[in-house]
């Protein structure tokens, strides 16, 4: 059953206009009143309008009232959760391994929730065709795109991952049409990444953004728009744990819905690598 409506509002509310917000925050309090209401009731008990709703579901991505109403009505079947939880000085290591696992799966089922499967049809769509798709990132988001290209390659894929932000000018400058960028900002503000994507939209490269859910300078700047969960990071946490892992996990998803795409190329490629490295490691 489809969920996430009630953590795509908690996600978005800070960043909405204010007939929309309250919209939001009359939802996030009164969760169980949606499912048996229409737009305008929403709106006459938000003290704001109909048209107010509708501009909501669209802030949020959503395929209008209905799909928030599914989505919630997923959110309240759903067991209570215990939420993310930072370390405290002086924990223990089975409590740092308990919160660390149970932060873990938090931030990859969130992130699940904020799938947007036509996105992420169009992402795969193209991805495959790309003569070369150039993954940019700095700091933590860095390592995303390697594995991004890591795993594109042995798929005999072209694809590079620069953290040189003149090197990937030069490669967006000389870019052709079936190349693209993708651009990796967990909070879709790093400057670095906006200017590179400002850069591939003049040029008219396609891009594709993997940032936190919401609106960002880095994601209005992208053709498709793939998203991860965001909660409130604690100290630890902002240091790209949870957040690394649900980057990681969109990145396996394309990765894997590509390779189902082109099943019997895939498998023919990775053995191929596979034997290469045996190769290398072995000698034969």
């Given at each position: 059953?489809?969920?996430?409506?009630?953590?795509?509002?908690?996600?978005?509310?800070?960043?909405?206009?204010?007939?929309?917000?309250?919209?939001?925050?009359?939802?996030?309090?009164?969760?169980?009143?949606?499912?048996?209401?229409?737009?305008?009731?929403?709106?006459?008990?938000?003290?704001?309008?109909?048209?107010?709703?509708?501009?909501?579901?669209?802030?949020?991505?959503?395929?209008?009232?209905?799909?928030?109403?599914?989505?919630?009505?997923?959110?309240?079947?759903?067991?209570?959760?215990?939420?993310?939880?930072?370390?405290?000085?002086?924990?223990?290591?089975?409590?740092?391994?308990?919160?660390?696992?149970?932060?873990?799966?938090?931030?990859?089922?969130?992130?699940?929730?904020?799938?947007?499967?036509?996105?992420?049809?169009?992402?795969?769509?193209?991805?495959?065709?790309?003569?070369?798709?150039?993954?940019?990132g700095i700091g933590a988001s860095s390592i995303i795109a390697k594995d991004a290209q890591q795993k594109l390659l042995r798929i005999h894929k072209n694809a590079t991952a620069f953290t040189d932000?003149?090197?990937?000018?030069?490669?967006?400058?000389?870019?052709?049409?079936?190349?693209?960028?993708?651009?990796?900002?967990?909070?879709?503000?790093?400057?670095?990444?906006?200017?590179?994507?400002?850069?591939?939209?003049?040029?008219?490269?396609?891009?594709?953004?993997?940032?936190?859910?919401?609106?960002?300078?880095?994601?209005?700047?992208?053709?498709?728009?793939?998203?991860?969960?965001?909660?409130?990071?604690?100290?630890?946490?902002?240091?790209?744990?949870?957040?690394?892992?649900?980057?990681?996990?969109?990145?396996?998803?394309?990765?894997?819905?590509?390779?189902?795409?082109?099943?019997?190329?895939?498998?023919?490629?990775?053995?191929?690598?596979?034997?290469?490295?045996?190769?290398?490691?072995?000698g034969k």
């Amino acid at each position: 059953m489809a969920a996430g409506g009630l953590k795509m509002i908690q996600n978005m509310v800070e960043q909405l206009p204010a007939s929309e917000r309250k919209i939001a925050e009359f939802i996030l309090e009164n969760p169980q009143s949606v499912l048996n209401s229409t737009v305008n009731d929403i709106g006459i008990q938000a003290n704001t309008s109909g048209a107010a709703v509708i501009r909501l579901c669209k802030s949020l991505g959503l395929n209008g009232f209905q799909d928030l109403k599914v989505r919630i009505a997923g959110d309240l079947v759903k067991p209570v959760e215990q939420g993310y939880r930072d370390i405290e000085p002086g924990e223990s290591f089975y409590t740092i391994v308990q919160k660390t696992t149970s932060n873990s799966i938090q931030s990859i089922r969130d992130t699940e929730e904020m799938i947007n499967y036509d996105e992420l049809e169009r992402a795969v769509h193209t991805l495959l065709p790309a003569q070369n798709v150039h993954f940019f990132g700095i700091g933590a988001s860095s390592i995303i795109a390697k594995d991004a290209q890591q795993k594109l390659l042995r798929i005999h894929k072209n694809a590079t991952a620069f953290t040189d932000t003149h090197l990937v000018a030069t490669l967006i400058a000389n870019a052709s049409k079936d190349d693209v960028l993708f651009g990796i900002s967990h909070s879709g503000e790093t400057p670095e990444v906006i200017k590179v994507m400002a850069l591939a939209k003049e040029r008219g490269v396609k891009t594709i953004s993997l940032t936190k859910y919401g609106q960002s300078a880095v994601a209005s700047l992208a053709d498709i728009k793939l998203f991860t969960a965001y909660s409130g990071e604690a100290p630890f946490r902002s240091a790209a744990t949870s957040s690394r892992l649900s980057q990681l996990y969109l990145i396996d998803i394309l990765f894997l819905a590509m390779a189902t795409v082109q099943y019997e190329e895939t498998i023919h490629t990775i053995d191929k690598t596979r034997e290469a490295i045996r190769f290398i490691k072995q000698g034969k």
